[in-house]
Structure formats: C-alpha cells, structure tokens
C-alpha cells in the first residue's frame, strides 16, 4: 500500500509563492500519472494538476501561467510551485498517487497541507 506525505504549506499573501512537495513510499508504482487536488470548505474535490512519468502536464484552467507540477522519479517526489498566489487559491492541497487521463484519481491521498492566501 502506497502512502503519501505532504508538506510545504502555509500563510502567504497575495502575490506570493509557496513549493508543495508530496513524498511517496511502499508499493509506489504509478502507471498513468501523479497529480494535485484542492478542497475548500463546501467544495468538492478538484483537479489542480497533473503529470506523466514521461513529463506531460495538465493544469485546471484556474492555475495556468501561475502553477507548475513538477516530478523526480528516482525520489517518488512530486512537487507544486505555486506563485502569484491569490486569495481564492485557499484551500486544503492534496496529492494522489494514480490519476487517470480524464483527471479521475484512483490513486491513494495525502493527508492534506493548508494552503491560506490573506493579506
């Protein structure tokens, strides 16, 4: 069973940047791709990004220009840059271990890392 932590959270103004990190271990073993979600409360689940092993991402129309996913599979790492942070980016960031090409993730989650954008 393959387990996730993340970490790189935090309070940033607007405008800012923050570098999420997901770190994966046990039976690790991605076939389609790795990705990013967020959670704000009331809302649903929704795909912020996502990437293959061979490096082709995905962004929510939301996030473009501004975020970049990013991987190191000798680490079974993945990481989000975030910068030009805005207020409504708040919300809980998790990763997934397995997302589909349609954005469906299959995979397992992280525990989760706040994300506030105040001034």
């Known amino acids: 069973q393959v387990q996730l932590v993340e970490s790189g959270g935090g309070l940033v103004q607007p405008g800012g940047s923050l570098r999420l990190s997901c770190a994966a271990s046990?039976?690790?073993?991605?076939?389609?791709?790795v990705g990013w979600f967020r959670q704000a409360p009331g809302n649903q689940r929704d795909l912020v990004a996502r990437?293959?092993?061979?490096?082709?991402?995905t962004y929510a129309d939301s996030v473009k220009g501004r975020f970049t996913i990013s991987r190191d599979n000798a680490k079974n790492t993945w990481y989000l840059q975030m910068n030009s942070l805005k207020p409504e980016d708040t919300a809980v960031y998790y990763c997934?271990?397995?997302?589909?090409?349609?954005?469906?993730?299959?995979?397992?989650w992280g525990q989760g890392t706040q994300v506030t954008v105040s001034s």
């Open positions: 997934n271990s397995e997302v589909l090409p349609s954005g469906q993730p299959i995979g397992s």
């Open positions: 990437i293959t092993s061979r490096g082709s991402t």
């Open positions: 046990g039976s690790f073993n991605s076939i389609f791709g």
